[in-house]
């Protein structure tokens, strides 16, 4: 397991250069944020997470359970899965939003349209920062909205 990478896995850098040949600037592997995610957008306020179908307990083909040892698996798993609920719970707390990627989405099959969401989504995420929110500015309904500049006129066409 000494060769097991964290870091600049083959999954993170095909996100990475399609994210940066489409104009994205990030910084990877931010030890300040909780999790140290993978890939911090800040202009977007969002990180990504790249998480290995096995060592995530993915329900997929490649996030099986090792027929050896199976208990250890078990609560090896089962702490990573609680772990990832926790972080990403702290990024929200923290005012940022999350978006996993599991490495079965990067398969050649599906690799264009994952890669497309997560330009979709990190799109819509930039523009909900600046929506207003719902009845942020209200009005009393018992005044009357009146223009400074005119006062009560009738346009009839007597008046020519």
């Known amino acids: ?85 926790e972080v990403r719970n702290e990024l929200k707390a923290l005012g940022w939003n999350t978006l996993v990627i599991w490495e079965c989405q990067l398969k050649p099959k599906t690799r264009q349209k994952t890669l497309e969401e997560i330009t979709y989504w990190l799109n819509e995420a930039y523009l909900d920062r600046f929506r207003l929110k719902k009845n942020q500015y209200s009005f009393a309904e018992e005044e009357p909205l009146s223009i400074a500049a005119e006062g009560d006129t009738s346009y009839s066409s007597d008046n020519q």
């Open 1 to 85: 397991m000494s060769r097991i990478r964290s870091k600049n896995t083959k999954p993170e850098l095909l996100v990475r250069r399609y994210l940066y040949a489409n104009g994205f600037r990030y910084r990877v592997n931010v030890a300040s944020l909780p999790g140290k995610p993978d890939i911090v957008l800040k202009k977007y306020h969002t990180v990504i997470f790249i998480h290995g179908c096995f060592w995530h307990g993915h329900s997929c083909l490649q996030g099986k359970t090792p027929q050896t040892n199976p208990l250890f698996w078990q609560n090896k798993f089962k702490r990573n899965k609680e772990r990832d609920i």
